[in-house]
């Protein structure tokens, strides 16, 4: 019984001996390196820098976006509240954008409607029309206010690598900056305080859709002496809307009650018509629209050949215009009677009725609150 109590005194003893010699063995080992806090500490910096100039954007009243289209610069300027005017690159095209309490308004050349499939192309031309800024890849006048960018931003830089080695670059004007991802979706931020957002990739918000609005955006706030060139220049542009089109509506019109009156020993002959109307779609954001009408007459007879007069007028959807117009012939026997036939055909487009001076109003009042 005695012996076995030594043995096992004797192997306590042992492992404690053995746990000594562990504890000996990792001496030094614990802590990190040098060269690894100076990363973390940069890592530190740069996640700073970018915090610090993402909050500046938010806090905003208005920012610039500057693109290259062809090697043009293009401007798109907007405020915090989405009111909006400028140039964007859409598809390698630029289309002008106009946003102001609460309605949007985009003009484009005849190929940019046609490569959407709107019939309406040659007719829009290079006219305004009033749409829904969900109808481009994504509302620009929305996802690029300030606050709205701000986050943005902030949500898409997630998902890069935050342990990443930061990077740091020069721009052609000298401007040191931390590189923050890869092409497509690049953030630039001064490295220097007050920090800013100096650009950004529009994939970086929009991986499927944002490339279509280019590369990169320039970013620059707006205020004093600026942000007055910017209520400056929004406000001449919504003075200049005039009767947009509705994009998102189509009419048709009808002639009904073709009345031909000419006038014995004079030559003029004037056709009165009834021209009812309906529309297919809904205005933008439900705000009231018009059935622009078009008349045209082909007025003819024999020996006196055919002459055309037009005429037009705006009516509600769904109801009828009276609409006239006049042609008048030489009559080179009048004495002599004439058989006259008049074909008339109406077309109706939807045009917005837009207050002009009272989005003005709105717009004095955004910027007024804005400082500007």
Known sequence: MRARRSGVAAAVLLLGGLLAGCQVAVAGTAGVSAADQATADRRVEQRAAVDAALTALGQAPAVALKATVKGADQQFRVTRGGYAVGALPLDGRVVQVTAAAGQFYLQADADYWKAHAIDEGTQFGTSWVRSLGSELPFDPAARYAPPALAEGLR??????????????????????????????TVLQVTTAKPNRVVSFAPALLDPQNGPKYGTEFQVAPLTGDALKAFRADLDNTVGGLGQPFEGLVQASAVVTNDNLDCKDFVGSCTTTVDVSNSVVGTPSSGEKSVVHVTLTVEVSAEALGAQTCTAAGDAEPYKTIKLSCTVKFKLPNRTASYQVLSKPNATAEVRANLDVNAVKQKVAAEFAGLGG
Request: aromatic fraction near 4%; glycine fraction near 10%.
């Open 155 to 184: 949500k898409a830089l997630a998902g890069l690598d935050r342990m990443a080695e930061p990077v740091r670059a020069k721009l052609a004007d000298g401007t040191e900056v931390y590189r923050l991802g890869a092409a497509p």
